[in-house]
Each structure stands twice: as structure tokens, then as C-alpha cells.
């Protein structure tokens, strides 16, 4: 069992930059890769991040490749998106979760509760 508790979210300017962690309970959390995902109001919640389990690995949705980067701590059992650069369109919903696969934009069996990013233009 792993429990996922996501921050670092809020309201910033277009150009700006914003780093979420996700911090994960459990012994477990290096055995995990980690992603991130995010939902905007009416639309589907779509893949954005994952890192392999030593980190060293990692794999982007096209829409944020080269302004999004995802890293973890395992001594830390954290995960952290650092993104610049961000557009009004990045404005979501943003969630970690853990899988036991990678890569994968699917296959993830822990979920965080969330938090909230918004990009003012």
C-alpha cells in the first residue's frame, strides 16, 4: 500500500515556474515508478510524467517536453515536477501516482488527492 500526498500548487503568471511534490508512505516507494498526471475543468485527465524506480529514466507527454522535469529522492520517498516556462493551458488539476510499470501512461495503482495549479495570462 502506498498513500500519495501532492503540493506545491498555485497561481502563478504565464512565463513562470512552479515545483510540485509528491510525497509517498511506505517502504515500498523505490520499488515504484512515479508519474504525473493532470485534468483540466471538462476535459479527460491526461499523462504528463513518469520517472523510473532508481530515477534514472524518464518519459514526457510531448506537451511539456522541454519545460517539465520529473525527479525523485528515494531516501526522501518524494517525487517533484519542476516546470517553467508555464502557459495557461498547463492550468489543472495536477495528480501523482505510482506504478508498477514503466513506462506507462496507463497502468498506475496509487493515486494522490491532487493539487490545484493555475497559470494566469
Known amino acids: 500500500q502506498v498513500q500519495l500526498v501532492e503540493s506545491g500548487g498555485g497561481l502563478v503568471q504565464a512565463g513562470g515556474s512552479l515545483r510540485l511534490s509528491c510525497a509517498a508512505s511506505g517502504r515500498t516507494f523505490s520499488s515504484y515508478a512515479m508519474g504525473w498526471f493532470r485534468q483540466a475543468p471538462g476535459k479527460e485527465r491526461e499523462f504528463v510524467a513518469t520517472?523510473?524506480?532508481?530515477?534514472?529514466?524518464?518519459y514526457y507527454a510531448d506537451s511539456v517536453k522541454g519545460r517539465f522535469t520529473i525527479s525523485r529522492d528515494n531516501a526522501k520517498n518524494t517525487v517533484y515536477l519542476q516546470m517553467n516556462n508555464l502557459k495557461p493551458e498547463d492550468t489543472a488539476v495536477y495528480y501523482c501516482a505510482a506504478s508498477k510499470s514503466f513506462p506507462t501512461t496507463q497502468l498506475y495503482d496509487y493515486w494522490g488527492q491532487g493539487t490545484q495549479v493555475t497559470v494566469s495570462s
Open positions: 520517472v523510473r524506480w532508481t530515477g534514472g529514466s524518464t
